[in-house]
């Protein structure tokens, strides 16, 4: 079957680096993505990985490594508005995305 | 309209009842999608429509039925509503497939009692 795994939930301290972690069992992979959801509201887009390595973009990057099926967001300097849940999701070889149940991150002042 | 609405806001149904949730989008985006989404659950696909015309079934899409006569809309229908499809509803849309960025609506938050 197809899987991905996400933390449940995260605990960070406001100003620090957090870094969530997904890993994926799918059939296939043509790109990999990180939703952010803050509680009541729809997901928007953060990332999109389809190749080894980091995407850099302001305090959120995002790496990718295919041959282990992983993939981590590391969120930097973080801020109280960073709270929320994290959402990793992995199209497959079929072209559907498959979304993990998501991280949601608390942050502490 | 700026991106994709969606109507109700919230919604509580007697079991039984018909619903329609409705979508609108106005970026002339090809490919609309229906999620739900439960506690604990993440995202799961209902129904998807790749272009006008065309609708698949997703991992969920039982009770549930969609049609997309045209490009801007995508009707989500509970033809007799049943309690376990109490759920925070999500309609979003890509440019062409689900290799693109999704863009989500506000969703619906539905009760059936």
């Known amino acids: 079957g197809q899987n991905i795994d996400q933390p449940t939930e995260m605990t960070a301290t406001e100003g620090a680096i957090v870094q969530i972690n997904c890993t994926y069992q799918?059939?296939?992979?043509?790109?990999l993505f990180w939703y952010q959801q803050h509680a009541g509201e729809a997901p928007t887009f953060l990332s999109y990985n389809v190749l080894d390595g980091l995407e850099e973009k302001g305090r959120f990057s995002s790496f990718l490594s295919r041959s282990k099926g992983y993939s981590y967001l590391l969120l930097k300097e973080l801020q109280m508005k960073d709270s929320a849940s994290y959402l990793c999701?992995?199209?497959?070889?079929?072209?559907?995305?498959?979304w993990g149940a998501g991280t949601k991150l608390i942050i502490k002042p | 309209i700026a991106g994709i609405t969606q109507a109700p806001t919230s919604q509580i149904l007697a079991a039984g009842r018909r619903m329609t949730l409705r979508c609108t989008q106005d970026m002339r985006h090809n490919a609309m999608y229906w999620y739900r989404q439960d506690l604990g659950l993440g995202l799961r696909l209902i129904h998807y429509s790749n272009t006008a015309g065309t609708t698949g079934k997703g991992e969920v899409p039982d009770g549930y039925s969609v049609s997309r006569a045209n490009t801007d809309d995508f009707p989500l229908t509970l033809a007799s509503a049943v309690p376990s499809q109490t759920s925070v509803y999500f309609c979003?849309?890509?440019?062409?497939?689900?290799?693109?960025?999704?863009?989500f609506g506000p969703g619906t938050r539905l009760t059936v009692l």
């Open positions: 799918t059939s296939g992979f043509n790109g």
């Open positions: 999701a992995v199209t497959d070889s079929n072209y559907q995305l498959i």
């Open positions: 979003a849309s890509s440019e062409k497939s689900q290799t693109d960025t999704q863009y």
